[in-house]
């Protein structure tokens, strides 16, 4: 059984394109976030939802647009494609924050590829 | 804002050698610490986490964590290093009212001679 799983695991398209991640987690977590990871493997957070209202949004341009249907859910959305835009793209989910801080379960990766 | 810096960005050990990679992390309070292991091609898979109480953590796979605050440091061990260890380790910090965002540094490629 997966906990945190994203389609497709790759996706070549082209500059201009609109593309959707999708991501799920069957772990019964209230938080799920997107984070990217460039290629020299830096990883850092794009958005945050809990219980489908976002609560982090870092410096991420408006062209892409996370979606919450539900609290297993939360796809990203990206408009317009550039050629910056490639890199892996990691959803991961946390537990109810019980603690102030938990650890994030994190996906496979979703290799976005700009042409 | 919290930071953490990862000083070796390549390590290579021996199988059978001991192992220790460095994590030093920047922030006033207490911060929640963890270790994430990436293999080629995968997702991140968490190895030790520190909240609280006993500043040596055990984890899985045979690794340990010691937290020192006096240091600003989160060194993750190893006493016998398989070939299976080769991989990307991460360190990342949490901290209080964070939103359980984590930071990450910029990851320590481990390779594992025969």
């Known amino acids: 059984d997966t906990a945190v799983s994203q389609t497709p695991k790759y996706l070549v398209t082209q500059m201009g394109n609109d593309k959707s991640i999708k991501c799920e987690q069957n772990l019964g977590h209230d938080t799920m976030y997107w984070y990217k990871q460039d290629s020299k493997k830096f990883l850092k957070i794009m958005f945050s939802y809990n219980n489908k209202e976002l609560i982090i949004n870092e410096t991420v341009p408006n062209r892409f647009s996370p979606k919450s249907p539900d609290k297993a859910h939360l796809n990203l959305h990206i408009n317009s494609l550039e050629l910056g835009d490639s890199a892996v793209y990691f959803c991961?989910?946390?537990?109810?924050?019980?603690?102030?801080?938990?650890?994030?379960?994190f996906g496979q990766g979703t290799r976005l590829t700009v042409v | 804002a919290q930071s953490v810096t990862q000083p070796d960005i390549h390590i290579t050990v021996s199988e059978g050698a001991s192992l220790e990679l460095r994590c030093n992390y920047s922030?006033?309070?207490?911060?929640?610490l963890f270790w994430y292991v990436q293999s080629p091609g995968q997702g991140l898979q968490l190895l030790l986490k520190?909240?609280?109480?006993?500043?040596l953590v055990q984890g899985i796979k045979g690794f340990e964590a010691e937290f020192k605050r006096s240091q600003s440091s989160f060194n993750l061990r190893k006493p016998s290093v398989h070939w299976s260890d080769a991989a990307e380790y991460f360190c990342?910090?949490?901290?209080?009212?964070?939103?359980?965002?984590?930071?990450f540094g910029t990851g320590t490629q481990l390779k594992v001679e025969l």
């Open positions: 990342a910090v949490g901290y209080t009212g964070g939103g359980n965002k984590l930071t």
């Open positions: 520190y909240f609280s109480g006993d500043t």
């Open positions: 922030y006033g309070a207490t911060p929640y």
């Open positions: 991961a989910s946390s537990p109810p924050s019980q603690y102030l801080n938990t650890e994030a379960f």
